[in-house]
Nanobody, 125 residues
Framework: QVQLVESGGGLLQAGGSLRLSCAASGGTFSSYGMGWFRQAPGKERDFVAGITWSGSITDYADSVKGRFTISRDNAKNTVYLQMNSLKPEDTAVYYC??????????????????WGQGTQVTVSS
């Protein structure tokens, strides 16, 4: 059973930066595709960024391209989301997700089988 634990969320002002981490345990992390999603109150859970097992392919939502960077360290079983130039509209609970197929990036929540508990990111104007 794969377990995912996010950390790094917080409260900050617009324009600031934050790095989220997601530590995985169980299974074979180095073979998983990983993704970050976010969910604001009253809204659906949206794709933010995804990465293949090797890290060679990444994909981003248009709203975060050029500001967010997803990366992974397979030796540490950890995936990261570096968030720069944060905006109030980035405020949400951010979730880490894993899928057993790691050769391409999936953008729909239903394509991921494992989820973390989420970490809150609040950006004030």
């Amino acid at each position: 059973q794969v377990q995912l634990v996010e950390s790094g969320g917080g409260l900050l002002q617009a324009g600031g930066s934050l790095r989220l981490s997601c530590a995985a345990s169980g299974g074979t992390f180095s073979s998983y595709g990983m993704g970050w999603f976010r969910q604001a109150p009253g809204k659906e859970r949206d794709f933010v960024a995804g990465i293949t097992w090797s890290g060679s392919i990444t994909d981003y939502a248009d709203s975060v391209k050029g500001r967010f960077t997803i990366s992974r360290d397979n030796a540490k079983n950890t995936v990261y989301l570096q968030m720069n130039s944060l905006k109030p509209e980035d405020t949400a609970v951010y979730y880490c997700a894993a899928r057993l197929v790691g050769t391409w990036v999936a953008v729909r929540p239903g394509e991921y089988g494992y989820w973390g508990q989420g970490t809150q990111v609040t950006v004030s104007s």
